[in-house]
């Protein structure tokens, strides 16, 4: 399963506030058929009673989700923003991140776990996510990204 | 016989994030040789499931309410590596106790 196609990472977005990074994402999902038209909404409703920006090392990344019943096929949207935007903290409302990096999220129920697990992962290594983040080439951004998801499924396996 | 430890795992809408920090916490649990039961939940049932479940110790991924009557242990950590230590020795301290 390639998680992250190229067709969904974009670089150097201009975003004013988590808001807009999240509606262009999502939109870029919607508009290739891969979730709902509720979707953006969902997500952006979401963002806002339970905030998903994460202090990682280096840069701050954001991982907006929602619900899988406004998902059609499961993919990863990747933001690499001009300048970070503010998010609010995954658990800590009142505390804020400066977030680099936006990866909505669009997952079935199946499947959350082992994605998610993986993804955290990766973006908690420093220099993945600083090589992610720096880099100009988008099918490069997708490779990382993909490359990173397998490998831990082969770890898993032996 | 050895009672196993209940630690329910809290997050938002959906069961995303609780199913990374639930994993985690089982892994956390095997190391120390301690048996667990970790039980997922929506902060919206917390208050129900913490009276079916009777857990010893609560990890939220998202603000819960403070007047529930077990230790809770936030868990984003997990999420971002960021205090992760410090969370496992939280978490195998509670799980530990009595």
Known sequence: MIWVKEDFVFIGIEACSAGEAISFLSRSLYQAGYVKDTFEEAVLKREEEYPTGLPTVGYGVAIPHT???????????????????????????????????????????????????????????????NRVCTEKDRSKIAMLLNAKLSAV?????? | MITKKRVLVACG?????????????????????????????????????????HPHLIVAMTPVPSDLGVPVVMGIPFLSGIGIDNVKQQILNYLKEG
Request: proline share 3%; net charge neutral.
């Open chain 1, 153 to 158: 499924q082969k770890e898993e396996v032996k």
């Open chain 1, 67 to 129: 619900d899988a019943e406004h998902v059609l096929k499961p993919t990863i949207a990747v933001g690499v923003l001009k300048k970070p935007v503010v998010f609010k903290e995954m658990g800590y409302p009142d505390s804020t991140v400066n977030v680099s990096l936006v990866c909505v999220l669009a997952l079935e129920k199946s499947g959350y776990v082992d994605l998610l697990s993986k993804f955290v992962e990766a973006i908690q290594d420093r220099d993945f996510l």
């Open chain 2, 13 to 53: 809408t959906s069961i995303a994030t609780a199913t990374v920090a639930a994993n985690r916490v089982k892994q956390i649990a095997d190391e120390a040789g301690i048996a667990v039961e970790v039980i997922q939940c929506k902060v919206g049932e917390i208050r129900g499931r913490v009276q079916t479940t």
